[in-house]
C-alpha cells in the first residue's frame, strides 16, 4: 500500500464533519492482528480429540476458511436436560467463481456430502455449495478432496473477498444482444484469483502447506503475506459480482462492487461500477439498513481491474473496524457521499475512471435460465433444472442426489450454479438430449418449465438455510418454504409470475429484501412482511407487516394477490402494483379466508 494511496480515515472524516475516530478497534479486528496470517491455535484445537469443540477464536479465524461452527438447534433443549454439550459440528462452504464446476469437480462435491458431511449439497444464492453437519476431525480429510480437484473453501467467508458471481450462462447464450460477453468469465477467474488470502494459513492448517496444481503435482507453499488485505483483511465480507443489464440473476445491486457490462455492436464498451450495496440489517437499530448499490465510476475493459481494486481498498482503509454492525461498504459510502467515493477512486486508479454512464430502466432483467436452450456452441445446449432452495439430497421414495450423480457419470456435463440455486448441465451434445431429458424427467427433474411442468409461483421461490442449522437464524426459513408455496398454489396463484423470498434472520442471504414480496425472521414463528420490490432487482421493497406467524403467511399474501388480480393495469406486475397501491393502503387488505 503506497503513501500516495493511503490517506488517514479520522482527518478524511474530519473532513467531511463527521466525529467518529476509528482507533478503538473490536475484539475480532484484534484478534486477526494478532493471529499470524489466520494461524491462531487453530491447527491444534481442531486436531484436539476430547474437545467437541473450538474456541470461539479459533472459531472466528476459521470463518476466513470456509467454515463456521454450528450446532442441531433442534436438539439444543433436549440436550441440556441430558447434561450434554451441543451437538457440534460444521458447515464448510467451496468457493466455486462464477458457479462454474467441472463434471469431475461436481462428482467430488457429491461424494463429500456422502463421506463427510450429513448426505446433501446445498446450492446456495452465491454459486457455491455448502456442506452441513462436519465433523471438526473431518475436516482435513475434505479439504485434501476438494484440494485433489482443484477446489478449496478458502475465502468463502470471513473478512475477505467472498465468492465472486457472474451470469452462469454468459459465455454460451447465443442471445445477439450479449456479443462479446466472453471475457466475462477471465474477468469473474481473475477478480477470484487476486483477492484469494496470500497467507497459506489455510493449507498448513489442513494439508500441511501442500496445494495441488493443474498437473497434479503437490507443491509445497511458503508463507506469503497479504500484499492487498495486510494482517487485519477486511473489515468484514466483501462481495462482488459482474453482469449485464439484460441479465440480472446475480443482483448486482445487493453487492458490496458490482460490476454492469456496456456492450454496444457488439463490442464490451466497458463497465459501470457500482458500489455499496448490502442488505443486512439488525432489526430495532434505525442505523442499520438495507442498501441498493450506487453507480459510482465508469471503467474500460483496460482498466476495469484498477477500478476494482480502488474500490476494495476503500473499503479496507475507510471501512468501519470498531463497530461490526456498521463495518459494511454501504456505511462508507453514505457517511463520505458518491462524490468524495469517485474523486477518491479517480485518485487510487491514477485518472483511469469517469463518471458512470447511463442506462435505461427497461434494459434491466432477470432470467432464471431454467429449461432447454441452445448454446451459441454450434450443436450444443445447457439444460437449466429447478432445485428447489438448492437442497440437493435423497428422500425416501426420491433419490435426487443419487440420480443427478448418474445423470452427470453418464454424460459429463459441465455443471453450473445458478444465483437462485439451481442447476444448469451444459455442453450436451443433440445425440444426447433426448436420453438426458428422459433421465431428468425419470429423476423428477422438471425441464418443460415453460408447459407446466413447474408453477411460476415455485419457480421464483428462494430460502436461506435457517434452522436447525445456522446460528444466527431468529426463524425458520428452507423448511417452511415449499409449504407457503403449496398453499398459494392450492389457492389458484401457482401461474403468477411472482418473486417470493424468505430469509431467517435479517441478514438476508437469500436476497428477500430484492423481492416483490419478502419474508424476514424477527423471532421464532413470526416474520415481516415486505411488498414493492420488483422482480428485475433494482429497488428494495417496504415494510408491510410485522410479527406475522408461519401460518398466516400464506393467508396474508394470497390476499395480496387476489386484490392484485382485481386492480392491476394490463400487464402490471405485482411488484409495481403494491408499490403504486402504497403500504398503507395493503394493510388494510384482509387475508385469504375472511371477508373483503
Not at 403449496?486 to 409470475?497: I, N, S, T, V
Amino acid at each position: 500500500m503506497s503513501d500516495k494511496q493511503y490517506r488517514d480515515p479520522d482527518e478524511v472524516r474530519r473532513e467531511q464533519g463527521i466525529d467518529a475516530p476509528m482507533d478503538k478497534k473490536s475484539k475480532v479486528e484484534r484478534l486477526k492482528a494478532g493471529s499470524d496470517g489466520l494461524r491462531g491455535n487453530v491447527r491444534e484445537e481442531m486436531l484436539d480429540p476430547e474437545a467437541p469443540a473450538v474456541s470461539n477464536d479459533s472459531y472466528q479465524l476459521m470463518k476466513h476458511f470456509g467454515m463456521y461452527q454450528q450446532d442441531d438447534r433442534d436438539t439444543r433443549k433436549e440436550r441440556r436436560r441430558a447434561g450434554l454439550d451441543k451437538d457440534y459440528s460444521f458447515m464448510v462452504r467451496t468457493k466455486v467463481p462464477g458457479g462454474l464446476l467441472t463434471a469431475d469437480q461436481y462428482l467430488t462435491l457429491d461424494d463429500i456430502a456422502v463421506r463427510h458431511s450429513k448426505g446433501s449439497l446445498r446450492l446456495t444464492t452465491r454459486q457455491t455449495i455448502q456442506f452441513h453437519g462436519v465433523g471438526k476431525e473431518k475436516l482435513c480429510s475434505l479439504v485434501r478432496d476438494l484440494n485433489r480437484e482443484l477446489m478449496n473453501s478458502y475465502g468463502a467467508c470471513g473478512d475477505v473477498v467472498r465468492n465472486t458471481m457472474s451470469c452462469p450462462v454468459i459465455d454460451i447464450d447465443p442471445d445477439p444482444r450479449w456479443a462479446g460477453r466472453g471475457v466475462f468469465r477471465e474477468l469473474t477467474r481473475q477478480i477470484s484469483d487476486r483477492y484469494l488470502p496470500r497467507s497459506t494459513a489455510f493449507y498448513d492448517v489442513f494439508i500441511d502447506g501442500e496445494r495441488q496444481d493443474e498437473l497434479g503435482s503437490k507443491i509445497k507453499l511458503r508463507d506469503e503475506r497479504e500484499d492487498i488485505y495486510g494482517e487485519t483483511y477486511m473489515p468484514r465480507k466483501f462481495k462482488i459480482g459482474v453482469t449485464i443489464p439484460e441479465d440480472n440473476c446475480v443482483d448486482i445491486f445487493s453487492q458490496d462492487l458490482g460490476l454492469v457490462a456496456l456492450i454496444e455492436d457488439g463490442e464490451v464498451q466497458g463497465y459501470n461500477v457500482l458500489a455499496g450495496g448490502g442488505l443486512g440489517f439488525t432489526h430495532g437499530k434505525e442505523d442499520t439498513y438495507p442498501r441498493l448499490a450506487t453507480p459510482v465510476a465508469f471503467a474500460s475493459t483496460r482498466d476495469v481491474l484498477y477500478a476494482v481494486e480502488a474500490v476494495v481498498t476503500i473499503q479496507r482503509d475507510y471501512g468501519n473496524r470498531v463497530n461490526r454492525k456498521r463495518a459494511r461498504l454501504k456505511y462508507v459510502l453514505d457517511e463520505l457521499g458518491p462524490q468524495w467515493f469517485h474523486e477518491e477512486m479517480v485518485r487510487r486508479t491514477g485518472g483511469r475512471v469517469e463518471p458512470a454512464r447511463p442506462i435505461a430502466p427497461e434494459r434491466w432483467e432477470m432470467p432464471d435460465h431454467l429449461g432447454w436452450h441452445e448454446q451459441k456452441q454450434s450443436g450444443l445446449f445447457y439444460a437449466g433444472i429447478f432445485i428447489e432452495n438448492g437442497r440437493i439430497v435423497d428422500k425416501p421414495g426420491d433419490p435426487m442426489r443419487a440420480n443427478l450423480r448418474k445423470i452427470v457419470e453418464r454424460f459429463r456435463p459441465q455443471v453450473r450454479i445458478t444465483p437462485q440455486q439451481n442447476l444448469i448441465l451444459c455442453n450436451v451434445s443433440a445425440k444426447h438430449r433426448r436420453e438426458m431429458d428422459a433421465m431428468l424427467r425419470d429423476s423428477g427433474f422438471s425441464t418443460k418449465v415453460k408447459r407446466g411442468g413447474l408453477s411460476e409461483l415455485r419457480r421464483h421461490e428462494m430460502a436461506c438455510v435457517a434452522l436447525p442449522t445456522c446460528g444466527l437464524a431468529l426463524s425458520e426459513s428452507e423448511r417452511v418454504m415449499p409449504g407457503i408455496i403449496g398453499r398459494l398454489e392450492e389457492m389458484g396463484f401457482g401461474k403468477e409470475r411472482v418473486s417470493i423470498r424468505i430469509s431467517g434472520c435479517p441478514n438476508s442471504c437469500s436476497r428477500p429484501n430484492m423481492s416483490e414480496i419478502g419474508i424476514i425472521g424477527r423471532a421464532p414463528n413470526k416474520f415481516n412482511l415486505y411488498v414493492g420490490g420488483d422482480f428485475e432487482g433494482t429497488r428494495l421493497n417496504q415494510l408491510l407487516h410485522e410479527n406475522i406467524v408461519t401460518e398466516d403467511l400464506a393467508p396474508r399474501i394470497g390476499g395480496l394477490l387476489r386484490r392484485w388480480k382485481q386492480e392491476r393495469r394490463e400487464g402490471e406486475a405485482f411488484g409495481d402494483w403494491s408499490l403504486r397501491a402504497g403500504v398503507d393502503a395493503l394493510r388494510e387488505v384482509p387475508p385469504i379466508g375472511t371477508r373483503g
